[in-house]
């Protein structure tokens, strides 16, 4: 029986894969804006096209626009700890009870800021949320593909900075080209030898080598995954490695990752026992709330709420949350 929006608005949730700078709200980017000095359209509509990805989006490439638009105006302190309290705001009308917020520190160093002065920021946004939102929330940074590994590995020095807290685990986000886990061998095996818990953006585009890559360098989740729809016969040992796949179902046909719902493999590693949770990736970007999402997939699979929790539970056993963190909400999930 199909799970009812009502259902779905109660159900406790985890999010795991949601970027801090596609998924402010239209009301915080006007204030942003305003602080930044920069003009903005007058009308909803307007602001909604510039800062939301179209519905025919090419490529990722195409999805990816919106992003330089707001981009200007999170380069403050005072802007990057009210994105992430913003985030954390719409977070708990979805009933999250833990969400994990990613972003790349050196894309917000053009004001002068330096790397941990960002990272300091944003993770203060998140600690006020908790405060005063009944949200738990950590951050993983993000290196980016297009950057060199010497800059990535300026990325992944913050993990040792003892003043720094709410930093859960490590990402290399952006456009992907076949064979990137091999070229940044070097981060990734800092990363490991750290014990910094890994999630990789992978397989996002039809590079289904690279979800296999990234999880023999040390990921223990996969961001988007959908290309493994093309190696059915890897499904057993994703089951067997405990490797949970962190699907965002409107980005992942916004980007062209997938074309039509039969070649969108959900279901498929649902039903074969593959750890799959639910996430919205960018919720201003993809127009999206993680109920939305959770609603789309009722849609397309009939899911009951029991299904839900289950891939609820994935998500909460994947999760780089703290053993406090865990203890607090494991009643939950």
């Known amino acids: 029986m199909r799970t009812s929006r009502a259902t779905i608005e109660k159900l406790p949730k985890i999010e795991l894969h949601c970027h801090l700078d596609g998924s402010i709200s239209m009301q915080t980017i ?48 005072a802007a990057l700890e009210l994105a992430a309290y913003d985030i954390l705001d719409q977070a708990q009308q979805d009933n999250i009870r833990y969400m994990e917020i990613r972003f790349a520190p050196t894309l917000h160093t053009s004001g002068g800021l330096t790397l941990a002065q960002v990272v300091a920021a944003v993770t203060r946004g998140l600690a006020a949320g908790e405060r005063d939102f009944q949200v738990k929330a950590n951050a993983l940074l993000c290196g980016m593909r297009h950057e060199s590994v010497d800059s990535v590995l300026t990325v992944v020095d913050l993990f040792a900075d003892g003043g720094l807290t709410h930093l859960a685990g490590f990402d290399l986000a952006g456009v992907e080209a076949d064979g990137f886990p091999e070229a940044f061998a070097p981060v990734l095996e800092k990363v490991k030898a750290n014990g910094i818990p890994l999630t990789l953006h992978a397989g996002e585009c039809g590079c289904a080598q690279n979800v296999l890559g990234a999880v023999e360098a040390g990921a223990s989740r996969i961001g988007h995954g959908v290309a493994l ?77 029991t299904e839900f929790r289950q891939i609820a539970r994935h998500a909460f056993d994947a999760s780089f949350m703290s053993p406090e963190q865990r203890e607090t909400l494991a009643k939950e999930f």
Not at 35 to 51: C, F, H, N, T
Not at 60 to 69: G, S, V
Not at 257 to 262: K, N
């Open 30 to 77: 006007r204030r942003l804006a305003q602080e930044a000095g920069i003009k903005l359209p007058v009308s909803d509509d307007d602001l909604r096209q510039k800062i939301t990805a179209p519905q025919d989006a090419e490529s990722l490439m195409d999805y990816l626009a919106p992003f330089d638009f707001v981009l200007p105006m999170l380069q403050t302190e």
């Open 229 to 305: 729809k093309d190696i059915p016969e890897s499904w057993p040992s994703l089951v067997a490695d405990k490797i949970t796949v962190e699907m965002a179902p409107t980005s992942n046909f916004q980007t062209k990752a997938v074309d039509t719902l039969a070649n969108y493999p959900f279901k498929q590693l649902f039903e074969a026992g593959v750890r799959v949770t639910i996430n919205t990736d960018n919720r201003t970007v993809s127009g999206t709330t993680l109920n939305d999402e959770y609603e789309k997939i009722a849609d397309w699979y009939d899911l009951s709420e």
